[in-house]
């Protein structure tokens, strides 16, 4: 999507230490590293205010939609065909409220 970024400190979003809650462990070109989720990214892209991070923005809303749809597929073909889409809770309900 584009260039990759190296920052100790994000302008809106605070520094390293306050931006790990919001990081996912990631491996590439042989390297572990850190990277901020992609809902936060898109946070701190908005934040940030300025042309082209919003032209990305759009970008990265089509890849969190595209990860939602795989996750949810691969979701649905772990369901066994006879289990139900919502189980039921047992002891949900106080004894005597239903």
């Known amino acids: 999507m584009g260039n ?6 994000v302008s809106g ?14 491996r590439a070109f042989g390297v572990e590293f850190f990277s901020v989720t ?13 042309p082209k991070d919003f032209e990305m923005v759009a970008r990265l809303e ?7 749809a795989a996750e949810q597929s691969q979701s649905a073909q772990k ?7 919502i189980r039921a ?5 106080p004894a005597g409220a239903v």
């Open 4 to 9: 990759v970024d190296l920052l100790g400190e």
């Open 38 to 50: 992609l809902d936060k990214l898109i946070l701190l892209k908005r934040a940030a205010g300025r």
């Open 62 to 68: 089509v890849a969190r939609q595209e990860k939602i």
């Open 89 to 93: 809770l047992p002891n949900y309900y």
């Open 79 to 85: 369901r066994r065909p006879d289990e139900p889409l």
């Open 13 to 26: 979003g605070g520094t390293f230490e306050q931006l790990k809650p919001f990081a996912e462990r990631k």
